[in-house]
């Protein structure tokens, strides 16, 4: 496990704090519902890029794929809530993925690459809570969050090629890595900080 989380680790502006995690274990409905609905999200945005960006070939090939492995995500996280009684219930979103889309630029075709950037940064977040999960939580979770790291490990390494891929190819005047510093400083700002209610995604609770 530790190798398929060290480069996430090293990617991102620090951990998820201990507070969180703590509290994961009382907040497990909570916590597999707003699951459920983080791999439905990831699913969407991955098949609105294949929408929006077709002259891209290997970006429809890379989101389609992953399209395909988030909604089976989604099936099985929905499948883990019927075992452990949890009911599928409308929770409101965390600030979380809001305040990373905030700060997306509007104009292509920087948004393009903010967007790229944006998801490596989710990715890499989401692979980073699944090995804190594994230890607190009862181990039918536990080992099911230890089987997503790797496909959450990729997807990560994935939206960042890509983003330097295009950035390259299309000569854009825009640094990669100042704008992946931009969303990895959002990222543990966000987490860092206290929120109300509990999610897969949220700040230290409050």
Same mark, same amino acid.
């Given at each position: ?52 960006? +077709? ?5 429809? $090939?890379?989101?389609?794929? *992953?399209?395909?492995? &988030?909604? !089976? /995500? =989604? ?60 230890? +607190? ?5 536990? $080992?099911?969050?230890?089987? *997503?790291?790797?496909? &959450?490990? !990729? /997807? =990560? ?50």
């Amino acid at each position: 496990m530790s190798d398929l989380v060290a480069p996430v680790r090293e990617f991102l502006h620090g951990p998820t704090p201990k507070a969180w995690q703590r509290a994961a274990l009382d907040h497990l409905p909570e916590l597999l519902i707003d699951h459920a609905n983080c791999e439905k999200k990831a699913a969407s945005n991955a098949i609105s890029l294949i929408y929006r960006y +077709v002259e891209h070939t290997h970006l429809l $090939q890379k989101m389609s794929r *992953l399209a395909r492995e &988030e909604l !089976r /995500h =989604f099936e099985q996280v929905v499948d883990l809530m019927t075992k452990h009684g949890v009911e599928y219930v409308q929770l409101s979103p965390s600030r979380y993925a809001a305040g990373l889309h905030r700060l997306i630029c509007k104009q292509e075709p920087y948004r393009l690459i903010d967007s790229l950037v944006c998801g490596a940064v989710v990715e890499a977040r989401s692979c980073e809570r699944f090995a804190v999960l594994i230890p +607190v939580l009862p181990d039918s979770v536990g $080992q099911f969050y230890r089987t *997503l790291l790797k496909s &959450e490990a !990729r /997807h =990560f390494q994935d939206y960042l090629a890509l983003a330097r891929q295009i950035a390259a190819s299309a000569s854009l005047d825009v640094d990669v890595d100042k704008r992946v510093a931009v969303f990895l400083q959002a990222d543990a700002e966000l987490i860092n900080t206290a929120d109300s209610e509990f999610r897969f995604h949220s700040g230290v609770p409050g």
